[in-house]
Nanobody
Framework: QVQLVESGGGLVQAGGSLRLSCAAS????????MGWFRQAPGKDREFVAV????????DYADSVKDRFTISRENAKNTVYLQMNSLKPEHTAVYYC?????????????????WGQGTQVTVSS
């Protein structure tokens, strides 16, 4: 089992930045690929970014490339999502997810563990 707890969400003005954190426990963190997803009101949960086990490979949704950065600290069992130049359309609940696969999954089914989410609200 893996427990994931997100933090760092909140209210920010357009153009601002936030850094989300996700702390993992219960399984060897370095054996897990870690992803971020988001779900806006009335929409499906969508892929945002993923990082591999060692942290040297990442993948992003086209909509967040050059704006968001995913990183991890295996010594702290934590994955981060740095979000810059935020826009109102980035408003959503952001979820951290863990995958035992060695790949970089973009689909929800590739993840076996999920956090409860953290709300990000970007005001115009």
């Amino acid at each position: 089992q893996v427990q994931l707890v997100e933090s760092g969400g909140g209210l920010v003005q357009a153009g601002g930045s936030l850094r989300l954190s996700c702390a993992a426990s219960g399984r060897t963190f370095s054996n897990l690929a870690m992803g971020w997803f988001r779900q806006a009101p009335g929409k499906d949960r969508e892929f945002v970014a993923v990082i591999n086990r060692s942290g040297d490979s990442t993948d992003y949704a086209d909509s967040v490339k050059d704006r968001f950065t995913i990183s991890r600290e295996n010594a702290k069992n934590t994955v981060y999502l740095q979000m810059n130049s935020l826009k109102p359309e980035h408003t959503a609940v952001y979820y951290c997810a863990a995958s035992r696969t060695g790949a970089l999954p973009r689909w929800r089914g590739g993840y076996g563990y999920w956090g409860q989410g953290t709300q990000v609200t970007v005001s115009s």
